[in-house]
């Protein structure tokens, strides 16, 4: 399509916007504009200040200056529904739906004017078909997938008829396919003259579908490109803003392995505990000395189960999981501490560390068994507060002191600390989840580097993540979580990403075929 | 047992039902919108002795319950102030909440005490109360009983069929989800709470002005307790919570009647039922975890922050 | 809104510290206020609630009897309340440890044996255990929310006694009062200070002090108790076991409260009676809360509770106030508290002036 064929005012424009919090500055005076029918892309890091800026437009934060026009016009958007009354949608990352509500509760939530479930959910119908987004009004969301969930918020959006669809970071939970099919949709709505503003990092996303890109980092614009007409290097160095190094093994010959088997997982099966929860069936893998192990799968699929079940949270039949042979299904975190099992859980902030606690008491947390910080009952404070030092020492950790509280650190730095923490126990199996998780790409080098020198010097590597580039980059071998059931593993160097997508996705080959038909009819009905 | 007396006794069920039946349904409505208020005691401790204050200085026993409304709505203020705007802990809140208002209905009632009344006046129905056993049961009873069930229905209804009621359920099952949308998170709790406090302060005028028309320090006996555990028993159901109620009325009445009737217990025995019975209940529901976490509002007693 | 709350990003040890001071200081102005509302001299009644109580010996040898419970039951809340384990059934416990304790005083009424006051104690501790072991079964085993337990109990445990005092143990020469027989002399708790009413239990008060403060700074305990109130799921990823927890802190807690129940009636009560407090237990929970749920801190806020207390006394008595006014105080001074809490964690900022000094960041 030609952006400059008829329109020539920009269906929204920023300019000048500043935002500012206590010790930071989000926003930095920043101007870009999006045309009518345009795919506008806005790139950039973790902390890049996206969501800020987002959240301005959507008028959930208000800009300390800064001039928002609409269609030419002078607008001030102070709260959400302003933004809807505009004309703007947005689509957001997390936090969107309510779980013990209907997908037609969950609409009407977002929509003005009379109450009434049975209309909407015509209307609902109506859409969905019209799409291709098949949504199923009374059904209740815990009972979705994230693919299903965000056809929902999708299609809430397009219910009220946007001229500006945000949309917040809106493939990370999706696979491959699935992010085909959102492409579709998108690419027909710019046609139909729907603005997109498309918030991401994934730079072949943004090469894929959008008409220009503006980049942000630590707060400031710093270009604005045709992705079209840039490599993905040139923008990822522009987003960036710096060179990077790629991780590098030692041993370079990844398919030497020991084949001296460490840890293995026997027919494990568990009922979660969660009232929502996915249940694990029958899952079995064999771990050797040396390698890692990626285990890739949307969000939702029995991740959490399966890393509870692992690290000991909850307990399981003995035999189910072994260590050196020795059944270990019943030995609580500690116990599997001291058996040589250490573990990065995703959630930094309440899981992985005690927020409000100093940074030496953290170490202490997880590190006084292996690291022996316990002297007759008492907390060795000597030797808590130098294992603190060497983690943020060992791993380049920016801190104001090792009596800061964990929460003051940034999310980079706080990750930094907690894989190290893990990684100096010296430990036979080393599991994380999400490693690189919404850290900065510097932090995300520094971890990366570190598992792979963990490995290389003997210890199993395990790490469960929706990030497929990462698994892609460090792993060994990789498997895929779906419903609570792991695929076969396969070595790295085979797997491609459609397989890959296709397995994250619960479907092979066939079934997916089924579901484009089944599709098909419904836009004939 | 002949009729009369089985009518006597399920009059008396009634009566000590209402009272929770008005607490625990405002705060399952506080509940719903994902405030953990702890100070029903102290909300109707208050509520009983204002309206029964009001009740002897104007005589107007639609004032005194309109005064009582206010002031449990008064007290639910401060609590709404301290959690929602001050974001302080809710148990902690809670308990303050009733000790404060053990305290300061025993300050106000301190010229009450001995005082008489001679309880809510009856709103009978002509002709139907006039029905041999389901007239006197249904239609000859003071106004604070109809309210009583008018307002589990109206919950009812605003809860399930209500714009409000849903956008009230969805603040208490995610409160970050509801103010991403644009809903005003803390505006709602707010009105919830209040409306919370003022059904318990409808509930301790109740004790005074009809239960047992009279004020003496504590006389609530820990019936603000019974309707929170009620809420539980209830799993968040407006009429569960009627049914919860009557329940609780009839362990009371029998505790009494066996007394009357002379059965060789102590006095005291008797008098623990209600508490026991309470126990029991909030075990048998909780052991069903699933149940009781499916149904209890996900940010129940949760604090939240808009900034971020 | 005419202010605005910013979060520090972690917590200001010195608004720790301040904030009870902070929320006496605002309960003394809310209060001469309310007095000067009810027609007193607001400086005089404060000085008759606060200052008279405690200037004799007599007097400050009463705080320290009124302070013993406070600070027995406070410091075991402390540890559950750190560890969000809300057990408000202290009363109850209490009752229960006085009825074991009292219940071996009776039954050896006659003996002079030295042991008998160890047994009693060691009786009282196990009854506010036992009393406290209920919900804490419900809630590991059936997780049943033991706020609503323990208080359920509070009211059994208080009909318990009043049927034991109206029936088996009351006084055969009582002339039918609900009261029982008054402790023998080696049933007694020792007096500490000649001529006052301060006994023994003060000193295990503070002793019991000193070991949970020992414990919390230095041992793993404390850190578990810790971790376990502050982020569960980290508590979970250490290894450290909530229902443990849960089984630890109301055993302790009852424990103490029961140890509290037992001090009382072997002290200052000498007998049991339908009602042997004024609501400790209750206070306990505020005076948990005001010391920071620190030993040290339970201490000194047991101490300020006690002189409530006593000043609500001398006000009924010089002035003729209710004593209801001692609720309405402790009630308002754990609100106060409660409110100037959130400059522990946020920043108090007036809107005006906001904008500039954002945007210069």
Not at chain 1, 87 to 104: D, N, Y
Not at chain 2, 45 to 58: I, K, Q, R
Not at chain 2, 205 to 220: C, G, R
Request: glycine fraction near 10%.
């Amino acid at each position: 399509m030609n952006l400059s064929q008829s329109n020539t005012t920009p269906r929204l424009r920023l300019s000048g916007i500043t935002k500012a919090f206590p010790g930071c500055l989000a926003n930095d005076n920043i101007d870009f504009a999006v045309m009518p029918g345009e795919i506008h892309a806005l790139l950039g890091e973790n902390g890049a200040g996206k969501s800020t800026l987002v959240k301005i437009i959507y008028g959930l934060l208000k800009a300390d200056r800064g001039v928002i026009e609409w269609e030419g016009k002078h607008v001030s958007i102070d709260n959400p529904a302003a933004a809807r009354a505009l004309g703007i949608g947005m689509v957001f990352q997390h936090f969107s739906l309510f779980e013990a509500l209907t997908v037609a509760e969950n609409i009407a939530l977002s929509l003005d004017g009379a109450y009434n479930l049975a209309a909407l959910s015509e209307k609902i119908a109506a859409v969905s078909a019209s799409y291709g987004l098949k949504v199923d009004p009374k059904r209740w969301v815990h009972e979705l997938s994230v693919g299903e969930r965000q056809r929902v918020e999708i299609v809430r959006c397009l219910l009220q008829t946007p001229q500006l669809l945000v949309m917040d970071e809106p493939t990370s939970v999706l696979t491959p396919q699935e992010v085909d099919k959102l492409f579709e949709v998108l690419r027909r709505l710019s046609s139909e003259g729907v603005s997109i503003l498309y918030i991401s990092h994934k730079l072949d996303e943004i090469k894929a579908l959008c008409h220009h890109a503006t980049i942000l980092r630590q707060g400031r614009l710093v270009g604005e490109v045709v992705p079209a007409e840039e490599t993905a290097l040139s923008m990822a160095q522009l987003m960036v803003g710096e060179q990077l190094a790629e991780p590098l093994r030692a041993d370079a010959d990844r398919d030497r392995l020991d084949q001296e088997v460490l840890f293995q997982v026997n027919e494990l099966t568990l009922p979660s505990e969660q009232p929502f929860g996915v249940d694990l069936h029958a899952i079995n893998f064999e771990l050797n000395r040396g390698e890692i192990f990626g285990i890739a799968g949307v969000a939702g699929n029995g991740q959490n189960e399966l890393l509870a079940a692992l690290s000991g949270e909850v307990s399981t039949p003995p035999e189910t999981i072994l260590l050196n042979r020795q059944p270990i299904g019943r030995y609580s975190p500690t116990q599997r501490r001291s058996a040589g099992i250490t573990y990065v859980p995703e959630e930094r902030l309440g899981h992985g560390a005690v927020p409000d606690m100093a940074l030496h008491e953290n170490a202490f947390l997880s590190g006084f068994i292996r690291r022996r910080l316990l002297r007759h009952g008492m907390i060795d404070i000597l030797a808590r507060n130098r294992f603190a030092r060497e983690v943020c020492d060992a791993f380049n950790v920016k801190h104001s002191g090792i009596e800061s509280a964990a929460g003051s650190l940034s999310g980079g730095n706080l990750q930094k600390y907690i894989v190290g923490r893990e990684v100096l126990q010296k430990p036979t199996v080393f599991i994380a989840a999400q490693p690189t998780w919404g850290v900065d790409a510097g932090a995300a080098a520094v971890i990366h580097q570190a598992l792979l020198d963990l490995a290389d010097s003997g210890s199993v590597v395990l790490i469960v993540s929706q990030d497929l580039d990462e698994l892609l980059l460090i792993s060994d071998r990789i498997a895929v979580i779906s419903g609570g059931r792991l695929s076969q593993a396969m070595p790295t160097r085979t797997a491609d990403r459609n397989r890959l997508g296709m397995l994250m996705g619960g479907m092979k080959a066939g079934t997916l075929q089924e579901e484009v038909e089944a599709q098909g009819v419904q836009h004939a009905v | 047992m002949n009729s009369d007396v089985l009518v006597l006794t399920l009059l008396t069920v009634i009566s000590a039902a209402t009272p929770l039946i008005f607490a625990a349904t405002g705060e399952l409505v506080a509940e719903k919108s994902g405030v953990l208020n702890l100070g029903v005691e102290g909300m109707m401790l208050v509520g009983a002795v204002s309206a029964f204050l009001a009740v002897t200085e104007t005589q107007s026993a639609l004032f005194a319950c309109l005064v009582a409304l206010i002031a449990g709505a008064g007290m639910a203020l401060i609590f709404a102030f301290l959690t929602l705007t001050l974001h302080a802990n809710q148990v902690a809140t809670g308990l303050a909440l009733t000790i404060f208002g053990i305290g300061l209905s025993a300050l106000v009632g301190q010229d009450l005490v001995g005082v008489a009344y001679a309880g809510l006046p009856k709103l009978t129905v002509p002709v139907l109360a006039d029905i041999p056993i389901i007239g006197p049961l249904l239609f000859d009873h003071n106004f604070l009983i109809y309210l009583s069930i008018v307002v589990v229905f109206g919950v009812l209804w605003f809860l399930q069929k209500s714009r409000m009621g849903l956008i009230l359920r969805a603040v208490g099952e995610s409160h970050d989800a509801a103010h991403a949308i644009g809903y005003r998170v803390v505006l709602i709790r707010y009105l919830a709470t209040l409306f919370g406090g003022g059904m318990a302060g409808l509930g301790g005028a109740y004790i005074s002005l009809s239960y047992s028309p009279m004020w003496a320090e504590n006389m609530t006996a820990g019936r603000g307790w019974i309707a929170l555990a009620l809420v539980v028993f209830a799993t968040w159901r407006p009429v569960r919570v009627l049914l919860g109620a009557y329940l609780f009325g009839g362990i009371t009445i029998l505790q009494l009647h066996a007394q009357a009737i002379g059965v060789s217990i102590p006095s005291e025995m008797l008098s623990m039922l209600p508490y026991l019975v309470t126990i029991i209940v909030l075990v048998m529901i909780s052991r069903d975890s699933n149940r009781v976490l499916g149904n209890a509002p996900a940010c129940l007693g949760k604090p939240f922050n808009a900034a971020a | 809104m005419l202010f605005k709350l910013e979060p520090r990003g972690g917590i200001s040890a010195r608004m720790v510290y301040l904030t009870p001071l902070l929320a006496v200081g605002f309960t003394l102005v809310v209060g001469a206020a309310l007095f000067a509302a009810l027609g007193y001299d607001p400086i005089h009644t404060l000085k008759v609630f606060f200052i008279h109580p405690v200037n004799s010996v007599q007097g400050l040898a009463e705080l320290g009897v009124k302070a013993t419970p406070l600070i027995l039951i406070g410091l075991g809340l402390a540890v559950g309340f750190r560890a969000n384990v809300w057990n408000i059934g202290a009363e109850g416990q209490l009752t229960l440890g006085a009825i074991a304790g009292g219940g071996v005083a009776l039954y050896f009424y006659d003996s002079n044996s030295p042991l008998l006051l160890p047994a009693m104690m060691v009786a009282g501790v196990l009854g506010g255990m036992a009393w406290a072991a209920i919900p804490a079964f419900l809630k590991t085993r059936f997780n049943t929310n033991e706020i609503l337990t323990s208080l359920m109990l509070t009211y059994v445990a208080l009909l318990l006694l009043a049927m034991l005092v109206n029936g088996p143990w009351r006084d055969p020469d009582g002339y039918n009062f609900p009261e029982s027989r008054i402790f023998s002399e080696a049933a007694t708790l020792p007096i500490i200070l000649e001529g006052t009413r301060l006994h023994l239990g003060a000193a295990i008060a503070l002793l019991v002090a000193v070991i949970l403060w020992f414990l919390f700074s230095r041992t793993l305990f404390g850190f578990q108790v810790r971790v376990i109130g502050q982020a569960p799921a980290a508590a979970g990823y250490a290894g450290f076991s909530q229902k443990k927890m849960v089984w630890i802190s109301l055993l302790l807690a009852g424990g103490l409260a029961g140890l509290a129940g037992l001090v009382e009636v072997a002290g200052p009560i000498g007998q049991l009676l339908p009602r042997i407090s004024p609501g400790y237990g209750f206070t306990a929970i505020i005076v948990a809360f005001l010391g920071r749920l620190h030993p040290v801190g339970v201490v000194l806020a047991g101490l300020l509770m006690a002189l409530s207390y006593l000043g609500g006394e001398s006000a009924q008595i010089e002035l003729g106030l209710p004593v209801a006014m001692t609720g309405v105080f402790q009630g308002m001074l754990l609100f106060f508290l409660l409110a100037s809490d959130v400059l522990v964690t946020y920043r108090l900022r007036l809107l005006p002036g906001l904008k500039r000094r954002a945007g210069g960041v």
